[in-house]
Protein backbone atom coordinates (compact mmCIF):
# COMPACT_ATOMS: atom_id res chain seq x y z
CA UNK A 1 0.00 0.00 0.00
CA UNK A 2 3.02 2.36 0.76
CA UNK A 3 4.37 1.69 -2.71
CA UNK A 4 1.07 2.38 -4.53
CA UNK A 5 1.11 5.81 -2.66
CA UNK A 6 4.46 6.39 -3.31
CA UNK A 7 3.84 5.75 -6.91
CA UNK A 8 0.08 7.15 -7.83
CA UNK A 9 0.80 9.79 -5.57
CA UNK A 10 4.16 10.94 -7.03
CA UNK A 11 3.08 10.47 -10.62
CA UNK A 12 -0.19 11.80 -9.96
CA UNK A 13 1.36 15.09 -9.11
CA UNK A 14 3.80 14.82 -12.15
CA UNK A 15 -0.08 14.65 -14.40
CA UNK A 16 -1.59 17.16 -13.04
CA UNK A 17 1.40 19.19 -14.06
CA UNK A 18 1.73 17.68 -17.36
CA UNK A 19 -1.56 19.18 -18.60
CA UNK A 20 -0.66 22.12 -17.18
CA UNK A 21 2.71 22.35 -19.20
CA UNK A 22 0.65 20.60 -22.07
CA UNK A 23 -1.75 23.39 -22.24
CA UNK A 24 1.75 26.13 -22.18
CA UNK A 25 3.79 24.21 -24.50
CA UNK A 26 3.39 23.27 -27.95
CA UNK A 27 3.62 19.49 -29.29
CA UNK A 28 7.12 19.43 -30.71
CA UNK A 29 8.71 20.89 -27.69
CA UNK A 30 7.35 17.50 -25.93
CA UNK A 31 8.73 16.09 -29.22
CA UNK A 32 12.32 17.46 -28.64
CA UNK A 33 13.03 16.01 -25.21
CA UNK A 34 11.55 12.74 -26.90
CA UNK A 35 14.30 12.73 -29.36
CA UNK A 36 16.86 12.42 -26.62
CA UNK A 37 15.75 9.72 -24.23
CA UNK A 38 16.81 6.61 -25.88
CA UNK A 39 20.29 8.53 -25.41
CA UNK A 40 19.35 9.62 -21.79
CA UNK A 41 18.35 5.99 -20.93
CA UNK A 42 21.50 4.67 -21.88
CA UNK A 43 23.26 6.52 -20.32
CA UNK A 44 21.49 5.89 -17.04
CA UNK A 45 21.65 2.16 -17.22
CA UNK A 46 25.58 2.71 -18.21
CA UNK A 47 25.74 4.02 -14.55
CA UNK A 48 23.54 1.96 -12.70
CA UNK A 49 25.27 -1.17 -14.26
CA UNK A 50 22.77 -3.49 -12.67
CA UNK A 51 24.37 -3.29 -9.57
CA UNK A 52 20.98 -1.74 -7.67
CA UNK A 53 19.19 -4.98 -8.33
CA UNK A 54 22.09 -6.99 -7.26
CA UNK A 55 22.10 -5.56 -3.92
CA UNK A 56 18.26 -5.90 -3.55
CA UNK A 57 18.79 -9.74 -5.17
CA UNK A 58 21.65 -10.34 -2.83
CA UNK A 59 20.03 -11.30 0.99
CA UNK A 60 23.72 -10.97 2.57
CA UNK A 61 25.10 -8.07 1.02
CA UNK A 62 27.27 -6.55 3.77
CA UNK A 63 28.36 -2.63 4.27
CA UNK A 64 31.79 -3.75 1.79
CA UNK A 65 29.83 -4.38 -0.53
CA UNK A 66 27.47 -1.68 -0.41
CA UNK A 67 30.51 1.28 -0.10
CA UNK A 68 31.92 -0.61 -3.41
CA UNK A 69 29.29 -0.49 -5.12
CA UNK A 70 28.44 3.33 -4.52
CA UNK A 71 31.91 4.23 -5.23
CA UNK A 72 31.78 2.31 -8.96
CA UNK A 73 28.11 3.72 -9.50
CA UNK A 74 29.39 7.70 -9.02
CA UNK A 75 32.36 6.75 -11.09
CA UNK A 76 30.37 5.50 -13.85
CA UNK A 77 27.56 7.67 -13.54
CA UNK A 78 30.96 10.58 -14.08
CA UNK A 79 31.94 8.65 -17.27
CA UNK A 80 28.12 8.60 -18.66
CA UNK A 81 27.16 12.62 -18.34
CA UNK A 82 30.77 13.07 -19.64
CA UNK A 83 29.97 11.17 -22.94
CA UNK A 84 26.33 11.69 -23.31
CA UNK A 85 27.63 16.22 -22.90
CA UNK A 86 30.62 15.07 -25.82
CA UNK A 87 28.13 13.48 -28.02
CA UNK A 88 25.27 16.57 -27.94
CA UNK A 89 26.76 17.79 -31.28
CA UNK A 90 26.50 14.49 -33.27
CA UNK A 91 22.73 13.82 -31.06
CA UNK A 92 21.84 17.55 -32.69
CA UNK A 93 23.03 16.29 -36.47
CA UNK A 94 21.32 13.08 -36.05
CA UNK A 95 17.96 14.93 -36.22
CA UNK A 96 18.70 18.05 -37.62
CA UNK A 97 17.51 19.85 -34.69
CA UNK A 98 20.13 22.69 -33.06
CA UNK A 99 18.17 23.37 -30.37
CA UNK A 100 19.37 19.52 -29.00
CA UNK A 101 22.88 20.78 -28.48
CA UNK A 102 22.32 22.24 -25.74
CA UNK A 103 19.37 20.05 -23.89
CA UNK A 104 21.05 17.17 -24.31
CA UNK A 105 24.45 18.86 -22.97
CA UNK A 106 22.19 19.89 -19.86
CA UNK A 107 20.32 16.73 -19.27
CA UNK A 108 23.69 14.97 -19.31
CA UNK A 109 24.17 16.40 -15.44
CA UNK A 110 20.90 14.10 -14.64
CA UNK A 111 23.45 10.89 -15.09
CA UNK A 112 25.72 12.12 -12.31
CA UNK A 113 23.03 13.08 -10.07
CA UNK A 114 21.14 10.05 -10.07
CA UNK A 115 23.92 7.77 -9.63
CA UNK A 116 24.56 8.89 -6.18
CA UNK A 117 21.30 7.34 -5.13
CA UNK A 118 21.54 4.06 -6.37
CA UNK A 119 22.54 2.42 -3.31
CA UNK A 120 19.83 4.06 -1.07
CA UNK A 121 17.06 3.63 -3.09
CA UNK A 122 18.17 -0.49 -3.41
CA UNK A 123 18.53 -0.28 0.23
CA UNK A 124 14.97 1.10 1.01
CA UNK A 125 13.19 -0.94 -1.49
CA UNK A 126 14.94 -4.01 -0.23
CA UNK A 127 13.41 -3.42 3.20
CA UNK A 128 10.24 -2.47 1.29
CA UNK A 129 10.38 0.85 3.18
CA UNK A 130 8.07 2.93 0.54
CA UNK A 131 6.76 5.29 3.20
CA UNK A 132 9.88 7.20 3.10
CA UNK A 133 10.32 6.95 -0.90
CA UNK A 134 6.89 8.38 -0.54
CA UNK A 135 7.97 11.53 0.87
CA UNK A 136 10.79 12.03 -0.83
CA UNK A 137 8.98 11.99 -4.34
CA UNK A 138 5.86 13.58 -3.84
CA UNK A 139 7.98 17.06 -2.52
CA UNK A 140 10.48 16.45 -5.39
CA UNK A 141 8.18 16.00 -8.13
CA UNK A 142 5.71 18.87 -6.29
CA UNK A 143 8.95 21.11 -5.94
CA UNK A 144 10.06 20.37 -9.89
CA UNK A 145 6.62 20.73 -11.69
CA UNK A 146 5.83 24.12 -10.07
CA UNK A 147 9.63 25.60 -11.09
CA UNK A 148 8.32 23.71 -14.90
CA UNK A 149 5.21 25.69 -14.92
CA UNK A 150 6.77 28.85 -14.12
CA UNK A 151 9.56 28.60 -16.66
CA UNK A 152 7.26 27.34 -19.45
CA UNK A 153 5.10 30.36 -18.30
CA UNK A 154 7.82 32.54 -18.86
CA UNK A 155 8.57 31.24 -22.39
CA UNK A 156 11.37 29.01 -21.76
CA UNK A 157 10.05 26.22 -23.84
CA UNK A 158 11.67 22.54 -23.92
CA UNK A 159 13.86 23.89 -21.34
CA UNK A 160 11.36 23.71 -18.49
CA UNK A 161 11.08 20.30 -19.27
CA UNK A 162 14.11 19.78 -18.74
CA UNK A 163 14.15 21.92 -15.69
CA UNK A 164 11.17 19.21 -14.17
CA UNK A 165 13.40 16.90 -14.37
CA UNK A 166 17.08 18.15 -13.38
CA UNK A 167 15.27 19.90 -10.06
CA UNK A 168 13.34 16.30 -9.49
CA UNK A 169 16.12 14.21 -8.98
CA UNK A 170 18.31 16.69 -7.91
CA UNK A 171 16.27 17.21 -4.50
CA UNK A 172 15.23 13.31 -4.62
CA UNK A 173 19.35 12.84 -4.07
CA UNK A 174 19.19 14.94 -1.64
CA UNK A 175 16.34 13.79 0.63
CA UNK A 176 17.77 10.19 -0.15
CA UNK A 177 21.01 11.41 1.77
CA UNK A 178 19.32 12.82 4.40
CA UNK A 179 16.42 10.61 5.41
CA UNK A 180 18.34 7.45 5.24
CA UNK A 181 21.05 6.28 7.94
CA UNK A 182 23.80 4.99 5.32
CA UNK A 183 26.86 6.02 4.37
CA UNK A 184 29.52 4.89 2.21
CA UNK A 185 32.89 3.72 4.42
CA UNK A 186 36.28 4.54 2.91
CA UNK A 187 36.36 0.92 1.71
CA UNK A 188 36.91 -0.99 -1.90
CA UNK A 189 36.74 -4.30 -2.72
CA UNK A 190 36.93 -5.16 -6.14
CA UNK A 191 36.07 -8.77 -5.41
CA UNK A 192 32.46 -7.59 -3.98
CA UNK A 193 32.51 -5.67 -7.69
CA UNK A 194 32.84 -8.77 -9.46
CA UNK A 195 30.55 -11.44 -7.15
CA UNK A 196 27.92 -8.79 -7.58
CA UNK A 197 28.54 -7.83 -10.68
CA UNK A 198 28.21 -11.33 -12.01
CA UNK A 199 24.08 -10.85 -11.29
CA UNK A 200 24.14 -7.36 -12.40
CA UNK A 201 26.45 -7.72 -15.70
CA UNK A 202 23.07 -9.58 -16.84
CA UNK A 203 20.29 -7.23 -15.60
CA UNK A 204 22.74 -4.62 -16.97
CA UNK A 205 22.90 -5.86 -20.45
CA UNK A 206 18.86 -6.54 -20.02
CA UNK A 207 18.15 -3.03 -19.01
CA UNK A 208 20.41 -1.94 -21.61
CA UNK A 209 18.43 -3.81 -24.22
CA UNK A 210 14.94 -2.38 -22.46
CA UNK A 211 15.90 0.96 -22.84
CA UNK A 212 17.15 1.27 -26.40
CA UNK A 213 14.49 -0.66 -27.79
CA UNK A 214 11.58 1.20 -25.38
CA UNK A 215 12.75 3.96 -27.09
CA UNK A 216 13.36 2.45 -30.43
CA UNK A 217 9.98 3.89 -31.58
CA UNK A 218 10.30 7.53 -30.17
CA UNK A 219 13.72 7.25 -32.36
CA UNK A 220 12.31 5.76 -35.41
CA UNK A 221 9.38 8.28 -35.37
CA UNK A 222 11.43 11.72 -34.32
CA UNK A 223 14.00 10.92 -37.22
CA UNK A 224 10.72 9.87 -39.67
CA UNK A 225 8.58 12.17 -39.22
CA UNK A 226 8.11 16.00 -37.73
CA UNK A 227 9.19 16.89 -34.15
CA UNK A 228 5.03 17.35 -33.37
CA UNK A 229 4.12 13.64 -34.43
CA UNK A 230 6.90 12.49 -31.67
CA UNK A 231 5.11 14.70 -29.26
CA UNK A 232 1.74 13.27 -30.22
CA UNK A 233 3.41 9.40 -29.67
CA UNK A 234 4.53 10.56 -26.52
CA UNK A 235 1.72 12.11 -25.08
CA UNK A 236 -0.07 8.88 -25.93
CA UNK A 237 2.07 6.82 -24.17
CA UNK A 238 3.08 8.83 -21.00
CA UNK A 239 -1.37 8.73 -20.57
CA UNK A 240 -1.65 5.06 -20.90
CA UNK A 241 1.89 4.98 -18.71
CA UNK A 242 0.04 6.83 -16.22
CA UNK A 243 -1.62 3.12 -15.23
CA UNK A 244 0.66 0.86 -16.16
CA UNK A 245 4.47 1.85 -15.70
CA UNK A 246 2.35 2.88 -12.24
CA UNK A 247 1.14 -0.44 -12.02
CA UNK A 248 4.56 -1.93 -13.02
CA UNK A 249 6.56 0.14 -10.29
CA UNK A 250 4.46 -0.68 -7.17
CA UNK A 251 3.92 -4.52 -7.85
CA UNK A 252 7.59 -5.14 -8.64
CA UNK A 253 9.48 -3.14 -6.12
CA UNK A 254 7.23 -5.41 -3.69
CA UNK A 255 7.11 -8.51 -5.72
CA UNK A 256 10.93 -8.56 -6.54
CA UNK A 257 12.31 -8.78 -2.81
CA UNK A 258 9.45 -10.50 -1.60
CA UNK A 259 10.14 -13.15 -4.61
CA UNK A 260 14.12 -13.15 -3.57
CA UNK A 261 12.73 -14.12 0.18
CA UNK A 262 11.16 -16.79 -1.34
CA UNK A 263 13.90 -18.18 -4.09
CA UNK A 264 14.07 -21.15 -2.61
CA UNK A 265 10.50 -22.35 -2.11
CA UNK A 266 9.10 -22.65 -5.19
CA UNK A 267 5.44 -23.98 -4.16
CA UNK A 268 5.53 -20.45 -2.21
CA UNK A 269 6.31 -18.79 -5.14
CA UNK A 270 4.35 -19.97 -7.35
CA UNK A 271 1.70 -19.03 -4.66
CA UNK A 272 3.08 -15.34 -4.08
CA UNK A 273 3.09 -15.10 -8.38
CA UNK A 274 -0.38 -16.06 -9.33
CA UNK A 275 -1.50 -13.87 -6.26
CA UNK A 276 0.48 -10.76 -7.71
CA UNK A 277 -1.10 -11.35 -11.00
CA UNK A 278 -4.74 -11.47 -10.05
CA UNK A 279 -3.97 -8.72 -7.48
CA UNK A 280 -2.53 -6.54 -10.45
CA UNK A 281 -5.13 -7.76 -12.84
CA UNK A 282 -8.16 -6.56 -10.80
CA UNK A 283 -6.87 -2.58 -10.90
CA UNK A 284 -4.62 -2.43 -14.39
CA UNK A 285 -7.56 -4.20 -16.99
CA UNK A 286 -10.46 -2.02 -15.81
CA UNK A 287 -8.51 1.58 -15.33
CA UNK A 288 -6.72 0.42 -19.32
CA UNK A 289 -10.33 -0.12 -20.33
CA UNK A 290 -11.80 2.48 -18.82
CA UNK A 291 -8.92 4.71 -19.96
CA UNK A 292 -8.98 3.52 -23.85
CA UNK A 293 -12.73 3.96 -23.73
CA UNK A 294 -12.62 7.41 -22.92
CA UNK A 295 -9.89 8.99 -24.80
CA UNK A 296 -11.00 11.52 -26.93
CA UNK A 297 -13.07 12.63 -24.19
CA UNK A 298 -10.13 12.86 -21.70
CA UNK A 299 -8.03 14.55 -24.35
CA UNK A 300 -10.37 17.39 -24.87
CA UNK A 301 -11.21 17.87 -21.19
CA UNK A 302 -7.92 17.89 -19.76
CA UNK A 303 -5.10 19.35 -22.42
CA UNK A 304 -7.62 21.20 -25.33
CA UNK A 305 -8.33 19.94 -29.00
CA UNK A 306 -4.73 20.61 -29.85
CA UNK A 307 -3.84 17.19 -28.54
CA UNK A 308 -6.71 15.71 -30.53
CA UNK A 309 -4.66 13.35 -32.77
CA UNK A 310 -3.00 11.34 -29.53
CA UNK A 311 -6.32 10.40 -28.56
CA UNK A 312 -6.41 7.80 -31.51
CA UNK A 313 -3.77 6.52 -30.16
CA UNK A 314 -3.99 5.83 -26.56
CA UNK A 315 -6.52 3.43 -26.71
CA UNK A 316 -4.15 0.78 -28.98
CA UNK A 317 -1.41 1.99 -26.22
CA UNK A 318 -3.63 0.30 -23.27
CA UNK A 319 -4.14 -2.67 -24.97
CA UNK A 320 0.11 -3.14 -24.83
CA UNK A 321 -0.41 -1.80 -21.08
CA UNK A 322 -2.27 -4.43 -20.33
CA UNK A 323 0.11 -7.07 -20.87
CA UNK A 324 3.11 -5.11 -19.79
CA UNK A 325 1.84 -4.98 -16.01
CA UNK A 326 1.49 -8.98 -16.28
CA UNK A 327 4.62 -9.22 -17.65
CA UNK A 328 6.50 -7.62 -14.69
CA UNK A 329 5.33 -10.47 -12.43
CA UNK A 330 6.92 -13.37 -14.15
CA UNK A 331 10.41 -11.51 -15.13
CA UNK A 332 10.33 -10.24 -11.38
CA UNK A 333 9.75 -14.28 -10.46
CA UNK A 334 12.80 -15.26 -13.07
CA UNK A 335 15.31 -12.38 -11.78
CA UNK A 336 14.54 -13.77 -7.70
CA UNK A 337 15.39 -17.40 -8.55
CA UNK A 338 18.48 -15.81 -9.76
CA UNK A 339 18.46 -16.78 -13.66
CA UNK A 340 19.20 -13.58 -15.01
CA UNK A 341 20.77 -15.91 -18.26
CA UNK A 342 17.03 -16.72 -19.28
CA UNK A 343 15.82 -13.18 -18.36
CA UNK A 344 18.72 -11.55 -20.72
CA UNK A 345 17.71 -14.64 -23.50
CA UNK A 346 13.96 -13.41 -23.33
CA UNK A 347 15.10 -10.05 -23.92
CA UNK A 348 17.19 -10.68 -27.25
CA UNK A 349 14.31 -12.69 -28.20
CA UNK A 350 11.09 -10.14 -27.61
CA UNK A 351 14.10 -7.25 -29.17
CA UNK A 352 14.35 -9.26 -32.64
CA UNK A 353 10.05 -8.90 -32.59
CA UNK A 354 10.40 -5.28 -32.05
CA UNK A 355 12.50 -4.63 -34.97
CA UNK A 356 10.94 -7.24 -37.25
CA UNK A 357 7.50 -5.46 -36.04
CA UNK A 358 9.33 -1.33 -36.82
CA UNK A 359 10.50 -2.89 -40.32
CA UNK A 360 7.20 -3.96 -41.48
CA UNK A 361 4.83 -1.17 -39.97
CA UNK A 362 6.49 2.24 -40.37
CA UNK A 363 5.47 2.61 -43.90
CA UNK A 364 1.70 2.90 -42.51
CA UNK A 365 2.80 5.61 -40.80
CA UNK A 366 2.40 5.99 -36.78
CA UNK A 367 -0.65 4.58 -36.34
CA UNK A 368 1.22 1.60 -37.74
CA UNK A 369 3.61 1.73 -35.68
CA UNK A 370 1.78 1.86 -32.20
CA UNK A 371 -0.25 -0.81 -33.86
CA UNK A 372 3.22 -3.48 -34.36
CA UNK A 373 3.79 -2.19 -30.79
CA UNK A 374 0.71 -3.23 -29.22
CA UNK A 375 0.73 -6.96 -30.82
CA UNK A 376 4.41 -7.41 -30.08
CA UNK A 377 3.60 -6.61 -26.58
CA UNK A 378 0.88 -9.19 -26.49
CA UNK A 379 3.08 -11.84 -28.11
CA UNK A 380 5.59 -10.78 -25.36
CA UNK A 381 3.08 -12.06 -22.36
CA UNK A 382 3.31 -15.50 -23.96
CA UNK A 383 6.95 -15.36 -24.43
CA UNK A 384 7.88 -14.09 -20.71
CA UNK A 385 5.32 -16.30 -19.42
CA UNK A 386 7.31 -19.68 -20.39
CA UNK A 387 9.51 -19.75 -17.26
CA UNK A 388 7.16 -19.38 -15.21
CA UNK A 389 5.24 -22.29 -16.61
CA UNK A 390 8.24 -24.08 -16.66
CA UNK A 391 10.28 -23.17 -13.05
CA UNK A 392 6.84 -23.06 -11.02
CA UNK A 393 4.72 -25.14 -12.35
CA UNK A 394 1.94 -22.30 -12.99
CA UNK A 395 0.35 -23.93 -16.02
CA UNK A 396 -0.97 -22.19 -19.42
CA UNK A 397 -4.81 -23.34 -17.80
CA UNK A 398 -4.10 -22.03 -14.51
CA UNK A 399 -2.95 -18.60 -15.59
CA UNK A 400 -5.80 -18.23 -18.23
CA UNK A 401 -8.67 -19.50 -15.56
CA UNK A 402 -6.69 -16.89 -13.08
CA UNK A 403 -6.93 -13.94 -15.44
CA UNK A 404 -10.25 -14.78 -17.40
CA UNK A 405 -12.96 -12.96 -14.40
CA UNK A 406 -10.83 -9.98 -14.42
CA UNK A 407 -10.46 -9.65 -18.40
CA UNK A 408 -14.26 -10.24 -18.96
CA UNK A 409 -15.49 -8.10 -16.32
CA UNK A 410 -13.38 -5.55 -17.77
CA UNK A 411 -14.77 -5.88 -21.45
CA UNK A 412 -18.44 -5.81 -20.68
CA UNK A 413 -17.26 -2.59 -18.39
CA UNK A 414 -15.75 -1.10 -21.70
CA UNK A 415 -19.07 -2.05 -23.76
CA UNK A 416 -21.22 0.05 -21.50
CA UNK A 417 -19.25 2.88 -21.02
CA UNK A 418 -18.63 3.08 -25.38
CA UNK A 419 -22.42 2.65 -25.27
CA UNK A 420 -22.87 5.58 -23.03
CA UNK A 421 -21.50 7.69 -25.64
CA UNK A 422 -23.36 6.57 -28.80
CA UNK A 423 -26.82 6.12 -26.96
CA UNK A 424 -26.83 9.18 -25.00
CA UNK A 425 -25.58 11.48 -27.45
CA UNK A 426 -23.77 14.00 -24.71
CA UNK A 427 -22.38 16.79 -26.29
CA UNK A 428 -20.42 18.43 -23.77
CA UNK A 429 -16.97 16.79 -23.32
CA UNK A 430 -16.81 17.19 -19.47
CA UNK A 431 -20.18 15.88 -18.65
CA UNK A 432 -19.78 12.34 -20.94
CA UNK A 433 -15.70 12.05 -19.54
CA UNK A 434 -17.98 12.27 -15.91
CA UNK A 435 -21.13 10.18 -16.74
CA UNK A 436 -18.69 7.19 -18.08
CA UNK A 437 -16.16 7.42 -14.97
CA UNK A 438 -19.42 6.59 -13.09
CA UNK A 439 -20.95 4.14 -15.45
CA UNK A 440 -17.73 2.17 -15.58
CA UNK A 441 -17.19 1.88 -11.86
CA UNK A 442 -20.35 0.87 -10.66
CA UNK A 443 -20.22 -2.00 -13.71
CA UNK A 444 -16.90 -3.18 -12.70
CA UNK A 445 -17.80 -3.27 -8.85
CA UNK A 446 -21.08 -4.74 -9.83
CA UNK A 447 -19.37 -8.13 -11.87
CA UNK A 448 -16.59 -7.91 -9.63
CA UNK A 449 -18.61 -8.42 -6.44
CA UNK A 450 -21.59 -10.61 -8.10
CA UNK A 451 -18.55 -13.08 -9.55
CA UNK A 452 -16.58 -12.76 -6.24
CA UNK A 453 -13.05 -12.36 -7.74
CA UNK A 454 -10.34 -13.86 -5.84
CA UNK A 455 -8.46 -10.11 -5.36
CA UNK A 456 -11.92 -9.08 -4.28
CA UNK A 457 -12.21 -11.39 -1.76
CA UNK A 458 -8.79 -11.32 -0.28
CA UNK A 459 -8.94 -7.58 -0.28
CA UNK A 460 -11.77 -8.11 1.79
CA UNK A 461 -10.31 -10.31 4.21
CA UNK A 462 -7.12 -8.22 4.83
CA UNK A 463 -9.63 -5.05 5.47
CA UNK A 464 -11.24 -6.94 8.02
CA UNK A 465 -8.30 -8.02 9.85
CA UNK A 466 -6.96 -4.80 10.36
CA UNK A 467 -9.78 -3.75 11.94
CA UNK A 468 -9.87 -7.05 14.18
CA UNK A 469 -6.13 -5.86 14.92
CA UNK A 470 -7.09 -2.25 15.30
Known sequence: M??????????????????????????????????????????????????????????????????????VNVFLGLIAALGLFLAAPWVAALYKQPPLLSLTRIMAADVLINAFGVVQTALLTKKMDFKTQLKISITANSVSGVAAVFLAMRGMGVMSLAAQILIADTLRTVMLWTSHVWRPSPVFSLASVRRLFSFGSRMFASGMLYVVF??????????????????????????????????????????????????HDVASMKRAVRKALMSIAFVSFPALMGLGCTAVPLVRVLITDRWLPSAGLIPIFCVAGAVTVLDSIHLNALMALGRSDLFFRLEMIKKGLIILAIITTYHYGILGLVWGQACVAVLCYFINAFYSVRLLSYSWREQFVD??????????????????????????PAVLLCVQIALGGVAYATGSVLLRVSALVDTWKLVQERMVLS
Open 214 to 263: QNLYPFTIGKLFAAASLGYYTRASSTQEMVSSNLVNVVGRVSFPLFSALQ
Open 403 to 428: LLPYLSISGLMGLIVVATNVLLGIKS
Open 2 to 71: WSAAEQFSSQGVRFVIGIFLARLLLPEQFGLLGMIAVFLGVAQVFASCGFGQALIQRQDATQLDESSIFY
